[in-house]
Nanobody, 122 residues
């Protein structure tokens, strides 16, 4: 099990940037694949990006490809999401999550953070 705490959310104008962080507790962070998900207002939670335990594989949803970048630092136990060229439709609560497998399926993630709000104004 790993405990996760997101930070870095906030209010930004369209076209701006934010970097989300997800701090993980425990000594097993480096053994987990990690993912970012978001939940827009009134909608279901959706996959954003994922990264393998060793960072050799990443995958980004089509809606964020070329604008968002997932990365991790296993020495610091931190997961990141660099978000550039933000759009109003990127608004939502962003969650980081840990999984034993490299998957984009929500149910494949066993541990979740509490979320951080991102609001993009037009």
């Amino acid at each position: 099990q790993v405990q996760l705490v997101e930070s870095g959310g906030g209010l930004v104008q369209a076209g701006g940037s934010l970097r989300l962080s997800c701090a993980a507790s425990g000594r097993t962070f480096s053994t987990y694949a990690m993912g970012w998900f978001r939940q827009p207002p009134g909608k279901e939670r959706e996959f954003v990006a994922r990264i393998s335990a060793s960072s050799d594989r990443t995958y980004h949803a089509d809606s964020v490809k070329g604008r968002f970048t997932i990365s991790r630092d296993n020495l610091k136990n931190v997961l990141y999401l660099q978000m550039n060229s933000l759009k109003p439709e990127d608004t939502g609560v962003y969650y980081c999550a840990a999984s034993r497998v490299f998957t984009g399926v929500t149910s494949g993630y066993s541990d979740w953070g509490q979320g951080t709000q991102v609001t993009v104004s037009s």
